[in-house]
């Protein structure tokens, strides 16, 4: 299958293209998260977790502050920025490492992005706060619009879709619409399609598998998250997210073949080398 060419993608002083995927560093610096809830919590611990993942072959450092697990609550934008705040300070004095800022909040993006942050990661593709997108695109940095269907907290209550590729990129293209008439260009626009945000086991492995139709129906590059999600460990029949390492490692490498231009993983060292390998050999 051959790969869509689009034009790559700039964040901070990096250039990221089809030559290979890009790794997407977790940092959760939150108590709930699904898979690391409260392991970063302290600033200084969570500081020395950017850094590692820099180490082990990190491109980019997504720091969040709000858990988006299946069923969580959210939280306001003055508890999410008491978290990310120092954290990313604290990487920048330290690293200059690109640092995305996993929020759905203009506010918390906003001063994110004035701590030194270089890139927006938004679950609900700017459709959740009005104000993001103008945010984005006065900072001129790129957005990673994600297709979510309802919310964290009801996002699971059985999913269903009429025309699952369909209707994914009717949204996403939406998304697309918005980050334009806010003046952000396409070319600065990364598409997810939400593995695990309001999906069956089934819907995350047809979205996975049809990478590059999402990528030509969008006409921009796309970011994929499978790291330890409950699609695979229902497929391995692993209930611990932490015990879904292989599993999570031939999602990531069949991300990776397909084209996808970010690959977003909590486990950084080993999954890199398999998107690079991946990439390399391609599908026929």
């Not at 269903?160 to 396409?186: F, I, K, M, N």
């Not at 499978?226 to 699609?231: L, Q």
């Amino acid at each position: 299958m051959q790969r869509l060419r689009l034009p790559p993608t700039q964040v901070r002083d990096r250039t990221f293209g089809d030559d290979r995927p890009a790794i997407v560093g977790i940092l959760n610096v939150t108590p709930d998260s699904f898979s690391d809830g409260g392991r970063f919590v302290d600033v200084d611990r969570a500081v020395e977790h950017a850094l590692q993942l820099q180490v082990e072959g990190a491109d980019i450092v997504d720091v969040g502050g709000e858990s988006t697990r299946p069923g969580s609550e959210g939280v306001s934008a003055e508890v999410e920025l008491a978290r990310v705040l120092p954290v990313i300070r604290g990487i920048r004095r330290r690293s200059d490492v690109p640092l995305s800022i996993d929020t759905s909040k203009a506010e918390v993006a906003r001063r994110a992005l004035e701590a030194g942050a270089d890139m927006v990661n938004d679950v609900t593709g700017l459709h959740g706060d009005p104000e993001l997108a103008r945010v984005v695109a006065d900072a001129r940095v790129p957005v990673v619009v994600m297709h979510l269907k309802g919310t964290p907290r009801t996002m699971q209550h059985a999913p269903e879709y009429a025309d699952l590729l369909g209707e994914v990129t009717a949204r996403l293209r939406e998304s697309v619409a918005l980050a334009a008439a806010a003046g952000v260009p396409r070319e600065r626009v990364v598409v997810d399609p939400g593995l695990g945000f309001g999906k069956t086991v089934a819907h995350n492995v047809e979205l996975l598998r049809r990478t590059p139709e999402l990528a030509a129906a969008t006409g921009c590059p796309v970011l994929l998250g499978p790291s330890r999600k409950s699609f695979v460990g229902a497929l391995l029949g692993e209930p611990d997210p932490g015990r879904r390492l292989f599993g999570t490692a031939a999602a990531v490498a069949l991300g990776a073949a397909l084209g996808a231009r970010f690959l977003r993983v909590h486990d950084v060292a080993s999954m890199a080398q398999v998107a690079r390998v991946a990439a390399a050999i391609g599908v026929p």
